[in-house]
Nanobody, 124 residues
């Protein structure tokens, strides 16, 4: 089992950057496939990015491709989401998630473990 805690959210102007972190507890962090999701008010939780257990393979939603970068440091039990060129429509609560079902999962029901979320607000 793995416990996840996100941090790094905040308020930023459009065009700015933020880096989210997801700290994991548990000795087998390196065996999990990880992902980031976002949930805006009144909307369903949506896929943002996924990364393989090794960190070598990544997969992005079209809406963030070229602007966001997902990465993973197994030595630190931490996953990151570097968000650049932020837009107001990126405003949401961001969740990290973990699964053993394999790489590139984009449905929230494919992930078994979730963090509590961190708020990202992008102003004009």
């Amino acid at each position: 089992q793995v416990q996840l805690v996100e941090s790094g959210g905040g308020l930023v102007q459009a065009g700015g950057s933020l880096r989210l972190s997801c700290a994991a507890s548990g000795r087998t962090f390196e065996r999990y496939y990880m992902g980031w999701f976002q949930q805006a008010p009144g909307k369903e939780r949506e896929f943002v990015a996924a990364i393989s257990w090794s960190g070598w393979s990544t997969y992005y939603a079209d809406s963030v491709k070229g602007r966001f970068t997902i990465s993973k440091d197994n030595a630190k039990n931490t996953m990151y989401l570097q968000m650049n060129s932020l837009k107001p429509e990126d405003t949401a609560v961001y969740y990290c998630a973990a699964t053993t079902r394999g790489y590139g999962r984009s449905r929230s029901d494919e992930y078994s473990y979730w963090g509590q979320g961190t708020q990202v607000t992008v102003s004009l």
